[in-house]
């Protein structure tokens, strides 16, 4: 094994530097959940590790008030699932980044690390999607921010610049009425990837359906947001038909493959059960608030 | 548990090696290190099947820090003869290509060669400089297509044994086993009911949390030291010896701590080529396998093939039994064909039996034992067919196998008769339990299921050694696995009359100890226990002739008892009781040092019969399986130690869960393992499962001082059938092929209701 070379820079502009400065051969270490264990096994042969969890802005959650949260990439799942009022806000959100890993596991492992991990069937993915995330990406040539379903490429590949950061996360403000939910299968009840993930996010005003969006993980090379699921529900009193057209739109949205985790028609019927069963539970969720 | 009988048997004592392996202080195999240390690597066909045509290591050899590179050519070929190895045999011909290729590479992942190295990473640098020159033949993965005419032939010179007249053209048959009771063409006439199905199982790897490692030292004299991971280090010792060509007592092989075994860990692949690398370096060689290496060329247990015929009378009577098995051998011949035949109806009182078994070669690792070899996947195809016939005839399936129950004096179709068993008290065990009396809760379905093992005695021996201060040593030779060390020192307690805690049983190395044979077949309480328990009885014998020294009379005149020797009645004279200490500290005027000693081959192991219930669901619309409650019973003989019989209970139904519902080995079209990793192959983890209840029966086994029959076989036999009744119970189809994973049951309800919607 070559050398490796650690660096843990305090501001954002010296990680980027660094990241360019490896020309290629850099990787961010937030958790290190997926890039410790790519190493270990030889996936991976990093020439320097950048370690961000000594920056301020990558560590930190900030209530942006109405429900807005800005949380930070490198931030532990386990601290997030300990944030009562985000916990409360975005219950499908912080069920899906708890899902990463074992319970040791969330002591360490980031959102922004899932993301940018690149997995199509990484369980922040779809949840992020259905709530309509924008990123905050900071590179060589400043700050810019995207919507979180432009992250990714292809399985392992984003659309990151070299030089460029994942920063953050920004979970919108929402009416009254909102919430969402994330469900995924997995053969085992727990260590386990998933086979389909099925994040909703809805809002409920006078009976209807004002608001849905719908993301789809692990059917496709990349985490998907099902338009057509979410303008099924939209205008509906979420009735059986409406959800029954929104699964019909998540059967029709997967492209996936058959593999050691599924087939394509086992893939294909689950995103549909899926798409129902958490539509009912954020329905329930968004009753409440 | 026993009846006040005993002061120590029966007892939940603490275990000797207990306080060292929850605080990490036991040592494993890959924790033994030597001075000046090398690091080996093997190296491994990428390739399913290939003809190896060439190795060039001169690359390899030139590299800074490389000290040793070996391949085949390193070891001398072996005979074709044949060796026993647990409950299993090998064949040294196979053995020795199955640790290095020689002609061909015949499954991915076979070690082609290796390298020492002063670090581990230069070992992998100097592996990925091997070039092998390989001619890709065509692979065969699965049992049927290898047994077709047309299929790619592994070994040119492998001829079906066992059928007449013997062919001659090579197949990837290797062996044709025929057993029969009665007359079958009978016993078919008198069926009023008769249930035929087939039923395939997948391979499955015994998983144990520890990975192989290996670190040998050979010295300049011709020394061999080994240290490994292994349920049998005499079995290291004896392999070594033949594939190195070293005599056996110029080998010591000492056993670490094993994180478990499974019958997995009673073959050898890293301590002979460890050995070699060491004497060639010069150098003590450590190796350690990684995850994937142990999926790609270690284990596992085979798929198979079972095709059962069961006939029966309209009242539940079983008069015909028919079977036919077909088994993955892996790449050399081997299956545990055997006690897949075996055990295939050993549970039944039947007149009429005809098993037929098939032992195939395929492109795969080469089988190793896992717990009770072969019998869950025969008990999966047994046990399932008559669940059908319960439902066929309307009868509670405990007492269609109560009706049929084999009991002392049923001549099982392989020929012993059976002595005291326990197979009618264990399902009554069930019938009468909390559980078997309460119905599934509403949206659950109920499955039971039988198991049968033979259980194992062979050579065992012991040693005893009273210290100075009165306190005792027992040494065995079988690594301890499922808490053998304290059911050995239960028994020496019991049998010396003795404080367990004055017990202090070790586990010695090859060249400290008499010949024991493997920790399997579940002997080690049983066989090595009676060696044990010979050992303390000679330690007696001597004690009382100390004492009767002491007192000056014969030594049939003192009695053992409470752990002092007494006077045998008042006649013999009035003598105050000797202790233990008291003739301990006295023993160098007394004639020296007391031992005991005892060596065996113990006949006599009773077999064991298990009952598993259990209650679980269906999710129509994704097919998993969530199982709410379990329940096991046993017929173990005696519990020494009750909660490492527990233990061994539920593991087995654990292991045995697994197996049926999510682990397999997937191959590519290349014949190359896609999921060889925890990840991927999925064995159970704690969330998925309730606690496992363990109902012990005790029957006792009348060929032990204790009662002891071996138990940690049994439990893996039923769960297979227990969970395939449940899951077709309750989506009213009957599934017949393993595993029983979310897709297959997906697709299964899909195929018997086509009009409903997918959701």
Known sequence: MNDVRYSAPSTLDEASKAMLAANGTGWILAGGTDLLVQMRSGMRKPGVIVDIKKIDEMMTVQDLGGGSYRIGAAVSGAVLGEHKALKKAWPGVIEAINLIGSKQVQGRASAGGNLCNASPAADSGPALVAAGAILAIHGPNGRREIPVEKLHSG????????????VSFTLPARPKGSSDAYLRLIPRTEMDIAVVGVGVNLTISGGKCTAARVGLGAVAPTVLLVEDAGKALVGSSLDDAAIEKAAAACRAACKPINDKRGTIEYRTKIAGVLLKRSTAIAIERAKGN | MSNGKYKWIGTRVDRPDGADKVTGRARFGADFNLPGQLMGRVLRSPHAHAIIKSIDTSAAEKLPGVKAVMTAKDLPDQPNLIVPTGEMQVNMRDITRNILAREKALFEGHPVAAVAAVTD??????IDL????????????DVTEAMKPDAPVLHDHLMTEGVKPPPTKASNIAKRMDNAKGDIEAGWKQAEVTIEREYTTQAVHQGYIEPHAALASAAEDGQLQIWSTTQGHFQVRGFCSRLLGVEVSQIRVTPTEIGGGFGGKTVVYLEPIAARLSQKSGKPVKMVMTREEVFRASGPAPGGTVKVKLGAKKDGTIVAAECEIALQAGAFPGSPLGPACWTSFACYDIPNIKVVGFDVVSNRAKVAAYRAPGAPISAWGVESTLDILAQELGMDPIELRLKNAAKKGTKTSYGPTFDTIGFVETLEAIKNSAHYKTKPKPGYARGVAAGFWFNVGADSSAAAHVAEDGTVTVISGNPDIGGSRASLALMAAEELGVDYSKVRPIIADTSSIGFNFVTGGSRVTFATGLAVVNSVRDMIRELKVRAAKTWGVDPEAVIWEDGMAKPAGSNVGEFEPLSLAQLAASAGKTGGPINGHAQLNAQGAGPGFGVHVVDL???????????????????????IHPSYVEGQIQGGAVQGIGWALNEEYIYNAKGRLDNAGFLDYRMPVASDLPMIDALVVEVPNPHHPYGVRGVGEVPIVPPLAAVGNAVSRSMNIRMTDLPLSPPRLSAAIDAATPKIAAE
């Not at chain 2, 091997?130 to 993965?141: A, G, M």
């Open chain 2, 130 to 141: 091997i070039k092998v020159d390989y001619e890709v033949l065509p692979h065969v993965i």
């Open chain 2, 121 to 126: 990473a230069i070992a992998k640098q100097a």
């Open chain 2, 617 to 639: 669901k269906v999710d129509h619309d994704t097919g998993c399986v969530h199982i709410d409650r379990y329940t096991a019973a046993q017929d173990v003989g005696t519990a």
């Open chain 1, 155 to 166: 399985p392992g590949r984003t659309t990151l610049a070299p030089g460029e950061i994942l």
